[in-house]
């Protein structure tokens, strides 16, 4: 089994900065895929930023330039950096561990960017 737990969410005004973190606890190995996502009020959740087990990296159009995707396979947790946020950036924001066709999911935490 395995367990995820986001942190870092919070307030900031656009042009901000915050950096989230994911921990994991369990099963875990350095083999699978850790991803974040995000979901808007009244919006499906999105796909952000995906990092392999490689180191490989990539982003969805919206944030590439903006937003940092990295991982530490020895302490379990991947973090995004966020940068130059803008008021579309708010939502909750969920990490994921893939490995085979098992997903997991954190609880969320909630990002809000406003003036």
């Known amino acids: 089994q395995v367990q995820l737990v986001e942190s870092g969410g919070g307030f900031v005004q656009p042009g901000g900065s915050l950096r989230l973190s994911c921990a994991a606890s369990?099963?875990?190995?350095?083999?699978?895929?850790m991803s974040w996502y995000r979901q808007a009020p009244g919006k499906r959740r999105e796909w952000v930023a995906v990092?392999?087990?490689?180191?490989?990296?990539n982003y969805t159009d919206s944030v590439k330039g903006r937003f940092t995707i990295s991982r530490d396979n020895a302490k379990k947790t991947t973090t995004l950096q966020m940068s130059s946020l803008k008021p579309e950036d708010t939502a909750v924001y969920y990490c994921?561990?893939?490995?085979?066709?098992?997903?997991?999911w954190g609880q969320g935490t909630q990002v809000t960017v406003s003036a």
């Open positions: 990092i392999r087990s490689d180191g490989i990296r």
């Open positions: 994921k561990y893939t490995v085979g066709t098992l997903g997991y």
């Open positions: 369990g099963s875990i190995t350095g083999f699978g895929v």
